[in-house]
């Protein structure tokens, strides 16, 4: 099984992750990916989350309801979107406002092999 980095190449890559809650998994990711990657993590209350003089230099956490557009900055920004364990958020079993957000945040300018993905993890 390919680690991340191996799946991705060694492109510097701007990498987000939703409903983040403690960061595991951003924290998970890494120490798989080059300190060249830019990992941003979302939440709509970052206090369960670590502090910021706890997390490597290329991390970074923001609070985004994920309901409501996203700020300017992180538009067509992303290579790749990460989500999981978001279903206690989704309303009325429809999830598509929250996907059609989330497209919102990947980059339309990469190029091959690297192309903007929405990931799922379970
Ligand atoms: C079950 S946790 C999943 C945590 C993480 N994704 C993981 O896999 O470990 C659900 C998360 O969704 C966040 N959340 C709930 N409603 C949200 C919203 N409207 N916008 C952004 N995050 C939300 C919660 O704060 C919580 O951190």
């Known amino acids: 099984m390919q680690t991340l980095q191996q799946e991705i190449g060694e492109f510097p ?3 987000y992750s939703t409903a983040n809650l403690l960061s595991i998994w951003l924290l998970d990711v890494a120490r798989e990916v ?3 990657a830019r990992l941003d993590g979302f939440d709509i209350s970052l ?4 502090p910021s003089p706890w997390l490597p230099a290329n991390m970074h956490l923001h609070t985004w309801n994920i309901f409501e557009e996203p700020p300017e900055e992180f538009r067509e920004v992303f290579d790749i979107v990460h989500i999981r364990l978001i279903t206690v958020a989704i309303k009325d079993n429809d999830p598509r406002p929250v996907l ?3 497209r919102k945040l990947l980059s339309k300018s990469n ?3 690297l192309q ?3 990931v799922q993890s379970n």
Request: hydrophobic share 30%.
């Open 13 to 15: 890559t701007l990498l």
């Open 34 to 36: 080059s300190e060249a």
């Open 47 to 50: 206090d369960q989350c670590p």
């Open 100 to 102: 059609a957000n989330l």
């Open 111 to 113: 190029t091959p092999p």
């Open 116 to 118: 903007s993905t929405l």
